[in-house]
T-cell receptor
């Protein structure tokens, strides 16, 4: 469950296109997942969450998909905007009473004009 | 309105000189966390408090300590900072999971420089 890596994967998309950011999580017992957006010099900002009893959840312009069979999570951003440029992290909750979050390595989203 | 506040935003210390970072919250959340985030890496959980109960991650060095004198405040003490401790330190809070939400709310972070 430890995230390692010195080089963030980067996803470049054209403004207005849809973005899909993927995340593989480590623990099959994890029951709660969060996607965060982190802009340079700021703390992570909550985007959307999903519990393990669901496979899809939609928010405003964002959708999270959960595939427990292959331990995979994805974040879809519709009509990507320049303000969406940031690093995106998934986090899984593996704690006994729900307080142990492990972050994925992150993906840098770059929106091209 | 700020909900999770971290002070200072930038902290410079000398190698081996103890330093304390502070976090306060206006959310009245039960749980407070400290994360370490190095450049281009994901946040790594150091420890958390569930009310007054302290929970240390197994691989958190002894050099890192924490105090939570009350619900609103939590401190991170680095007893003898090394060059490898230079990082962004993030504080986060969440409610009692029994209330149906585990969402974490992060502060803006304190960037620590060790000279």
């Amino acid at each position: 469950g430890e995230s390692v890596g010195l080089h963030l994967p980067t996803l470049s998309v054209q403004e207005g296109d849809n973005s899909i950011i993927n995340c593989a999580y480590s623990n099959s017992a994890s029951d709660y997942f969060i996607w965060y957006k982190q802009e340079s010099g700021k703390g992570p900002q909550f985007i959307i969450d999903i519990r393990s009893n669901m496979d899809k959840r939609q928010g405003q312009r964002v959708t999270v998909l959960l595939n427990k069979t292959v331990k995979h999570l994805s974040l879809q951003i519709a009509a990507t905007q320049p303000g969406d440029s940031a690093v995106y992290f998934c986090a899984e909750n593996i704690g006994n009473y729900g307080q142990n979050f492990v972050f994925g390595p992150g993906t840098r989203l770059s929106v091209l004009p | 309105d700020a909900m999770v506040i971290q002070n200072p935003r930038y902290q410079v210390t000398q190698f081996g000189k103890p330093v304390t970072l502070s976090c306060s919250q206006t959310l009245n959340h039960n749980v407070m966390y400290w994360y370490q985030q190095k450049s281009s890496q994901a946040p790594k959980l150091l420890f958390h408090y569930y009310d007054k109960d302290f929970n240390n991650e197994a691989d958190t060095p002894d050099n890192f300590q924490s105090r939570r004198p009350n619900t609103s405040f939590c401190f991170l003490d680095i007893r003898s900072p090394g060059l490898g401790d230079a990082a962004m330190y993030l504080c986060a809070t969440s409610r009692d999971p029994g209330q149906g939400s585990d969402t974490q709310y992060f502060g803006p972070g304190t960037r620590l420089t060790v000279l």
